[in-house]
């Protein structure tokens, strides 16, 4: 009797934690009843630059940033419409005013208070020319920006400026804690309203992040978050098999069918914003030469480049791409196709092969491929070109000071607007900054400008098209790619949604 008694007392025992285990939403549950921690890693290959959305513009600091802050307006990635976020309502009495209403009641995690202070704070910093933020350009056609009440806040603008709430649900557009900010570096402990807040950066390892939970529409249900530097992509692919990862993006071509074949993994795709192209320094001989830059357009089989990457890139010649607003497709036959022989004749006639060259290419798998496949196409029409390599944030401040010949680029379109992909990364303002190329072109900065002073969509729909047009004519960059967005996540992370940007938030992911 006492041995059947202890036997339902086992089962009854079991079974009341086979329910407890279920019970919490935010404790999370598998199959096998087992708790799953609500904890997640996902793996970069690259380490952050930093943690300041005023101090950064690469998309390695975003995946962090985007978890720690939050903007006035967020693109829906559904619709890609803009919507209001830390906004609660604007408008527009003139066309050169915009007057944007606050939500209340908001904090940052260090206990200040959102208001139209710190927007004021945060815009004022963003533009001050000291500052040098590598946006800038984002906020470049405001003139002023006034606190008319504790929630409201009015932004003037010298000129209408069309892309505003674009520019404004950019990540570097993020509002920053002014008390944060003048009392820490913000470049290496981050203050915002998000879902998460910061713990630590270990430079070259990792950053954790755990949930804020005073955030203002709930807490996430993930308690922590790690940001893991990994910098071999087989190696955080076979973490992701062993659950050391549970979460990748922007998985290379050819570890992609080993990626699908994984059977804990999900993988997701679709057609995105990202563009990649080879692009010239264009205050250097030869790379300045017309003659030069399209020869080097004709030499890159680009055909044979996507067909290499397995369904992950869209081919075309337009820098604005299918995704963007501006892009036409008529734009695609402004540029340069692949001739081989037409390479060599103006490579012979200019004698562009009897200098050496280097390809500066960022370390990463995506970008050594591009300067690797180039290398060889280009070397085939006669040019003599070597690749030197360098990690990623040293990369960017190199090609940003101007010190190389040719070189690989991105640009994700977070705004997934074209002109806040042309003015940035091809304006002469912006020479020094973002505009690597150093590319200047009255006629192109004329249309850009045109493109972001109207409010009239359709104007800007044709200025856009035709800077874009000029852009490809005068292969300043060479497309090599339109960006297939791509994302590989255990099983158990559910809620996961990655926009055509390539932007995720976890706010909504738990482990299940």
Same mark, same amino acid.
């Given at each position: ?103 209340? @009641?908001? $904090? &940052?995690? +260090? =206990?200040? #208070? ?129 659950? @050391?990862? $549970? &979460?990748? +993006? =922007?998985? #290379? ?260």
């Amino acid at each position: 009797m006492k041995k059947w008694l202890a036997v339902l007392l086992t089962a009854m025992l079991a079974l009341a934690a086979g329910c407890s285990s279920n019970a919490g939403g935010s404790s999370g549950g598998n199959a096998s009843g087992e708790d799953v921690p609500q904890e997640l890693t996902y793996a970069s290959t690259s380490d952050i630059v930093g943690l300041s959305p005023i101090g950064t513009n690469d998309s390695v600091s975003s995946r962090v940033i985007e978890q720690v802050y939050e903007t006035l307006f967020v693109r829906n990635p559904e619709t890609m419409e803009v919507e209001p976020k830390l906004a609660e309502s604007y408008e527009t009495p003139d066309e050169n005013t915009w007057v944007i209403k606050l939500k209340e @009641d908001i $904090q &940052f995690t +260090d =206990g200040t #208070p959102l208001n139209a202070e710190a927007v004021k704070y945060t815009f004022d910093k963003f533009r001050d020319p000291e500052t040098a933020a590598p946006r800038a350009s984002l906020l470049e056609p405001i003139s002023e920006v006034n606190v008319v009440d504790e929630f409201t806040v009015e932004i003037k603008t010298e000129k209408p400026y069309g892309a505003m709430l674009a520019a404004l649900s950019h990540t570097n557009a993020s509002i920053v804690s002014p008390e944060a900010d003048q009392s820490q570096d913000l470049m290496k402990e981050p203050v915002g309203t998000g879902p998460f807040k910061f713990v630590s950066w270990t430079q070259g390892d990792q950053v954790v992040l755990e949930k804020n939970a005073d955030y203002w529409q709930g807490e996430p249900s993930l308690e922590k978050v790690t940001f893991k530097v990994v910098p071999e992509v087989n190696t955080a692919i076979s973490m992701l098999q062993t659950g @050391d990862v $549970q &979460f990748i +993006d =922007g998985i #290379p071509s050819d570890q992609l069918k080993r990626v699908e074949s994984l059977n804990n993994v999900e993988v997701t795709k679709n057609e995105g914003t990202p563009m990649y192209y080879m692009g010239f320094n264009m205050e250097k001989e030869p790379m300045k030469d017309l003659e030069f830059r399209q020869a080097a357009a004709y030499a890159l089989d680009r055909e044979a480049y996507v067909n290499k990457l397995n369904g992950l890139g869209v081919e075309g010649n337009s820098v604005i791409g299918p995704k963007v607003f501006g892009f036409d497709e008529s734009a695609n036959e402004a540029g340069y196709s692949h001739d081989l022989e037409k390479a060599k004749e103006l490579v012979e006639a200019n004698g562009y092969g009897e200098e050496q060259l280097t390809i500066l290419a960022a370390n990463t798998e995506a970008y050594m491929m591009m300067a690797e496949i180039a290398q060889s196409q280009l070397t085939e029409a006669g040019f003599n070109v070597e690749i030197e390599t360098m990690e990623w944030g040293t990369f960017l401040d190199t090609t940003k000071e101007g010190n190389f010949d040719i070189t690989f680029m991105g640009w994700s379109n977070s705004t997934a607007d074209g002109s806040e992909l042309l003015y940035p990364n091809f304006h002469s303002d912006n020479v020094g900054s973002s505009n690597r190329m150093r590319y200047s072109n009255p006629e192109f900065d004329k249309l850009v400008d045109e493109s972001r002073q109207s409010v009239d969509q359709e104007v800007r729909q044709q200025k856009l098209d035709e800077a874009n047009k000029l852009l490809v004519e005068d292969a300043t960059a060479v497309i090599m790619h339109h960006g297939v967005v791509t994302a590989a996540y255990d099983k158990s992370v559910k809620g996961l949604e990655v926009d055509p940007t390539g932007q995720w938030s976890l706010y909504n992911v738990s482990r299940e």
